[in-house]
């Protein structure tokens, strides 16, 4: 019930998005061109030594295919980690979820935290940091170094935005 005394506050406007994701070469459909031609490479090869009484190295090259499915299939449920780094006026929330489903998230307030690299000469930024309050939280860990980079400077531009606060555009 609204008396009209109340202050109503709107949600805050995102200033900044992303979600981060692990970067995957192979797709799904690749996955499965893959796995059909080493299945043929090694079954046609298994049937060689077969047929020259080798009958064991047969089972081997099965062997084989069966371990390459299952690195593949580890690597595309790490595929499944994320993390959300939001930036309001009022609050920069990083939500961080890991191939098992499980959720962290942390909320900072944008006008207390600073961001912080690691920097190696040769590569780049290593790693980003948020600090705030003596707490030191490692983000943008699937990112490359040069993507570091850029994220880093539009986060930077979020940060200095929600700490100038909302503008009041009276045409609008």
Request: proline share 4%; net charge positive.
């Given at each position: 019930?609204?008396?009209?005394?109340?202050?109503?506050?709107?949600?805050?406007?995102?200033?900044?998005?992303?979600?981060?994701?692990?970067?995957?070469?192979?797709?799904?459909?690749?996955?499965?061109?893959?796995?059909?031609?080493?299945?043929?490479?090694?079954?046609?090869?298994?049937?060689?030594?077969?047929?020259?009484?080798?009958?064991?190295?047969?089972?081997?090259?099965?062997?084989?295919?069966?371990?390459?499915?299952?690195?593949?299939?580890?690597?595309?449920?790490?595929?499944?980690?994320?993390?959300?780094?939001?930036?309001?006026?009022?609050?920069?929330?990083?939500?961080?979820?890991?191939?098992?489903?499980?959720?962290?998230?942390?909320?900072?307030?944008?006008?207390?935290?600073?961001?912080d690299t690691e920097i190696d000469e040769d590569f780049?930024?290593?790693?980003?940091?948020?600090?705030?309050?003596?707490?030191?939280?490692?983000?943008?860990?699937?990112?490359?170094?040069?993507?570091?980079?850029?994220?880093?400077?539009?986060?930077?531009?979020?940060?200095?935005?929600?700490?100038?606060?909302?503008?009041?555009?009276?045409?609008?």
């Open positions: 019930m609204n008396t009209g005394n109340e202050i109503e506050r709107e949600r805050d406007v995102e200033i900044f998005s992303a979600r981060l994701t692990p970067h995957r070469s192979l797709n799904r459909t690749g996955f499965l061109a893959v796995m059909l031609f080493l299945s043929a490479v090694s079954f046609v090869t298994g049937l060689v030594f077969l047929m020259m009484g080798a009958w064991p190295v047969f089972g081997f090259f099965g062997l084989d295919v069966l371990v390459i499915w299952w690195a593949f299939k580890v690597n595309f449920r790490a595929a499944r980690a994320s993390e959300e780094i939001v930036v309001t006026p009022s609050e920069l929330r990083v939500r961080r979820v890991s191939h098992r489903g499980q959720v962290v998230e942390w909320a900072f307030n944008p006008l207390w935290v600073r961001l780049g930024i290593e790693h980003l940091y948020l600090i705030s309050r003596g707490r030191r939280l490692r983000i943008a860990g699937f990112l490359g170094p040069q993507e570091k980079a850029s994220f880093y400077n539009g986060l930077v531009e979020a940060l200095n935005a929600a700490k100038r606060g909302p503008t009041y555009n009276p045409v609008t």
